[in-house]
């Protein structure tokens, strides 16, 4: 199944909301800086993330935002350029819990 990377950012008005968008988004992807995720998705993964932020966030006072950089072995994987501090891609490893 073919998976696209999203960068997702978002602004949240309240504090405890901020926190729940937050949770949802660690199990989404990975943290990149101050609400920004990089996300690896495939269709069914992004409704899913939508539905989850869909219940948490109040439309009149949240914004978030899903930017489509392309199919993970395409465009994404050169898409994002840094300026300061050099932008890492995530290693994955395996955690042992």
């Given amino acids: ?10 602004d949240i008005a309240d504090p405890d909301r901020l926190r729940k968008v937050f949770k949802v ?8 800086q101050f609400s ?3 996300c690896v998705l495939s269709d069914r993964a992004r ?3 939508v539905d ?11 914004k978030v935002l899903l930017v489509d ?3 993970k072995d395409g465009r994404a994987a050169v898409c994002i350029t840094p300026l300061g501090k050099p ?3 995530p290693a994955r490893k395996a955690l042992i819990v």
């Fill in 36 to 38: 920004v995720f990089r």
């Fill in 47 to 49: 409704e899913e993330l």
């Fill in 87 to 89: 932008y890492q891609p």
């Fill in 69 to 71: 950089l392309g199919r």
């Fill in 25 to 32: 988004m660690k199990g989404a992807g990975e943290h990149v």
């Fill in 1 to 10: 199944m073919p998976q696209t990377v999203y960068l997702v950012t978002y």
């Fill in 52 to 62: 989850a932020l869909e219940r948490v966030i109040e439309r009149a006072e949240d």
